[in-house]
């Protein structure tokens, strides 16, 4: 498996429609070098009154910087008492280290949302017939519809590829009215989970989230999808 401090993607998460890479980003920048991140508020769509929040580590071959402040961010919470509702309704993304399944899944994120949070969005890797990976996104939990074999629209010659899940790498959470600093730290020492990014929560308390649209890092691309 790769190294957590050398994976990294970006994943696009929209308020509404599908999932995209994100390249680049844009507007108004509020960390800047030597910060391991970087963020910007931009206007989302068309509507100038709605705000899209990007968040991520400088370079996207690196994460040990990000990923330390991350774990400097957990132990600070833990050492410092925080009101009761500080993470209600906050989002985090959660990037496992293999593909899991939905029983696993839902015993790792059901205690973070629940209750009065929600689901917001996962992503699924796959393996067609010729053994190539693949990754696709849902903005709703996953369901047994996750494990429904998959075929491709017709290519120029008229082929198509099929494929299954194989599981769940990462995804995005409103947490619940119930998370805590501990609850986070111990989801986040889980074997099965990667990384617990709490990255945007000071964001929202700073910013006065949540946001309209959110596009925020998640190292899952790069890490090893097999089984170990």
Avoid: C
Wanted: glycine share 6%.
């Amino acid at each position: 498996m790769v190294s957590k401090a050398i994976a990294t993607a970006f994943v696009a998460i929209a308020t509404l429609g599908i999932g995209i890479t994100l390249e680049t980003l844009s507007g108004v920048s509020l960390a800047a070098d030597p910060t391991p991140y970087k963020v910007s508020i931009d206007p989302s769509g068309s509507d100038d009154s709605k705000r899209r929040l990007s968040v991520g580590p400088h370079d996207r071959r690196e994460w040990s910087e990000y990923i330390a402040a991350n774990s400097q961010r957990m132990e600070e919470w833990i050492q410092s008492p925080l009101p009761p509702d500080y993470f209600q309704g906050k989002f985090v993304t959660v990037t496992f280290s293999r593909p899991v399944n939905l029983e696993e899944y839902y015993d790792i994120v059901t205690p973070l949302v629940a209750p009065g949070g929600r689901i917001r969005h996962y992503i699924a890797v796959a393996r067609n017939s010729n053994g190539r990976w693949g990754s696709e996104w849902t903005f709703q939990p996953p369901t047994e519809q996750l494990y429904e074999e998959r075929v491709t629209p017709p290519n120029g010659n008229g082929n198509v590829a099929r494929y299954t899940i194989e599981g769940i790498m990462a995804s995005t959470l409103f947490l619940g009215d119930h998370t805590t600093a501990e609850l986070l730290l111990s989801v986040s020492l889980r074997d099965e989970v990667y990384l617990v990014d709490t990255t945007v929560i000071p964001i929202e308390h700073t910013f006065d989230g949540p946001f309209d649209a959110y596009h925020v890092a998640s190292p899952d691309f790069l890490l090893d999808k097999h089984e170990p």
